[in-house]
């Protein structure tokens, strides 16, 4: 693993830029494998896994959702945290466009725009996750307080 060509990524540069300590893991990418299909491919719980979920409220206001890989997010416990109306998943393309990264390799991390990032709070109880390194086929492994220090997300308990 010592010569492991890790992309240049956007988010790769946002943590070397942010100093963070992570260790890349390049795996065989899955389409539509999702989290189930990474952990399997790095012998990692999939609860460990983080998606990264751009979701937008009722007025098109998009956003970050940090979820365990396992878990699906309660949008209506999301809308009423948020005290929105509603939120619904964004489609890809807009997803891809507000992150610019493409879907299925959309990370958190150096987002083409700024976006609010909301984490579901019993990920800061993991010792370490894996979360999208900004590349199909690429996670990040990294802590959870490097996460809370550089994105600085807003808490919210919405798994299900």
Not at 1 to 22: E, G, Y
Not at 38 to 47: D, G, I, R
Not at 59 to 72: K, P, Y
Request: glycine share 6%; proline share 6%.
């Amino acid at each position: 693993m010592s010569k492991l060509k890790v992309p240049a990524t956007t988010a790769i540069r946002f943590l070397k830029q942010h100093k963070v300590k992570f260790v890349p893991h390049l795996y065989p990418y899955e389409e539509k494998g999702g989290t189930k299909a990474s952990a399997k491919a790095l012998n990692v719980a999939e609860f460990s896994v983080i998606k990264t979920l751009i979701m937008e409220d009722d007025q098109q206001q998009a956003f970050i959702v940090l979820m365990h890989g396992s878990c699906e997010v309660s949008l209506k416990h999301l809308a009423r945290q948020l005290k929105v109306k509603q939120v619904s998943p964004c489609n890809p393309d807009k997803a891809d466009r507000l992150s610019g990264y493409q879907t299925g390799g959309i990370s958190p991390f150096g987002t083409r725009q700024p976006l609010p990032v909301y984490m579901e709070a019993s990920i800061e109880q993991l010792e370490k996750i894996w979360i999208n390194g900004g590349k199909r086929g690429l996670l990040v492994e990294i802590s959870p307080a490097e996460l809370i220090r550089t994105l600085q997300p807003v808490k919210v308990s919405v798994a299900i």
